[in-house]
């Protein structure tokens, strides 16, 4: 079974840049549907941006187009997501995630990296 590793958060004031990385173990890292999805405090957990393993079609939520972009190296088998623009209401724990079948759900996690607003 696939094991993620993010990196990458950190405090960042308001209006600055992150990029986080999910590092995969396991040969077929390529065919996964990969995501990231973060939890506020008090919060559920969203989805944030996902990007399909076969052909690489990418989803963003509303609240993060056209600052967050989502990339795969599926040489290095790695998973990013490139922050720009941060605001407050992005602070939150942010997880990466595996979708192993195909079918949607994610059902494998990395152990989460924060991002804090420090303005």
């Known amino acids: 079974q696939v094991q993620l590793v993010e990196s990458g958060g950190g405090l960042v004031q308001a209006g600055g840049s992150l990029r986080l990385s999910c590092a995969a173990s396991?040969?077929?890292?390529?065919?996964?549907?990969m995501g990231w999805f973060r939890q506020a405090p008090g919060k559920g957990r969203d989805r944030v941006a996902t990007?399909?393993?076969?052909?690489?079609?990418?989803y963003y939520a509303h609240s993060v187009k056209g600052r967050f972009t989502i990339s795969r190296d599926n040489a290095k088998n790695t998973l990013y997501l490139q922050m720009n623009s941060l605001k407050a209401e992005d602070t939150a724990v942010y997880y990466c995630?595996?979708?192993?079948?195909?079918?949607?759900?994610?059902?494998?996690w990395g152990q989460g990296t924060q991002v804090t607003d420090s303005s």
């Open positions: 396991g040969r077929t890292f390529s065919g996964y549907n």
């Open positions: 990007i399909s393993g076969t052909y690489g079609y990418i």
């Open positions: 995630g595996a979708d192993s079948s195909g079918s949607g759900a994610y059902g494998t």
